[in-house]
């Protein structure tokens, strides 16, 4: 069974910073893109970052460059998210969905960074930033 478990939410002054991690358990990590979205109150899913662990090849969405970090413990089968000078606009529950790459003729082969493309889910945590 697929399960993916965040941790690391919290309160935090803007400015500061904070880390992420999603815990995954039940799949073969290393063919599978891990991403962490985020929804706000009254707001739709947005993604943040994604990562595809086979390649290591990592995608920011606009409102993460530059501030926020994707890496990955391979033996640990998790993915951290590092958030530094965050705003009030990062508040919401951050939620990490993974879904398995489908190899081609020897190549992998990844789905656009939508949340429609995700298939497993955990249930998020909550970052609330401080002004």
């Known amino acids: 069974e697929v399960q993916l478990v965040e941790s690391g939410g919290g309160l935090v002054q803007a400015g500061g910073s904070l880390r992420l991690a999603c815990k995954t358990s039940g799949f073969r990590f290393e063919d599978y893109v891990i991403a962490w979205f985020r929804q706000g109150a009254g707001t739709a899913r947005e993604g943040v970052a994604r990562i595809f662990i086979r390649s290591g090849n990592i995608l920011y969405k606009d409102s993460a460059q530059g501030r926020f970090t994707v890496t990955s413990d391979n033996a640990e089968k998790t993915v951290f998210l590092q958030m530094e000078n965050v705003q009030s606009g990062d508040t919401a529950v951050y939620f990490c969905?993974?879904?398995?790459?489908?190899?081609?003729?020897?190549?992998?082969?990844?789905?656009?960074?939508?949340?429609?493309?995700?298939?497993?889910w955990g249930r998020g945590t909550q970052v609330t930033v401080s002004t």
């Open positions: 969905a993974a879904y398995k790459a489908t190899e081609e003729g020897g190549l992998f082969v990844t789905r656009s960074f939508s949340a429609f493309s995700f298939d497993h």
